[in-house]
């Protein structure tokens, strides 16, 4: 369910139109922070305790919306073809769901939102053209 729930706010919330893919993946992980602030660092617990699988599955809407930004970055030059979209997105992804947890083992006691971003911004460079 509240898997459903972050694909469903993404579906409905995100609007990126006129950014370039660089700028679209950091609003998509300003989102993706957001999104865990409005949940709780109760609910991140829950779902990081029982390390649910949905997680990694990139058959949802969340990572299917990455994958398409990152592809569509790679077609436009301003994201290295070098690394598949899809190794690109897990990457970003990855770093995102470590903020996360690390923000659950603090207890929610600093901005998951400024950190989120701070670490994809010292990410990106290194998948830009």
């Not at 970055?73 to 899809?86: A, L």
């Not at 947890?101 to 989120?116: K, P, Q, R, V």
Request: glycine residues 4%.
């Amino acid at each position: 369910e509240v898997f459903h729930r972050i694909d469903e706010y993404f579906e409905k919330e995100f609007h990126f139109e006129n950014l370039s893919a660089p700028e679209q993946i950091l609003l998509f992980f300003e989102y993706y922070a957001k999104y865990e602030e409005i949940s709780g660092v109760d609910t991140a617990r829950k779902l990081y305790s029982n390390m649910e699988h949905l997680f990694i599955s990139s058959e949802r809407y969340l990572p299917k919306l990455l994958n398409s930004i990152v592809k569509s970055g790679q077609e436009d030059g301003s994201i290295t073809d070098n690394i598949p979209s899809e190794e690109i997105s897990e990457y970003l992804l990855v770093v995102a769901r470590g903020v996360c947890y690390d923000w659950c083992l603090h207890n929610g006691s600093f901005d998951i939102e400024e950190m989120t971003i701070k670490y994809i911004k010292r990410l990106l460079p290194a998948l830009l053209k």
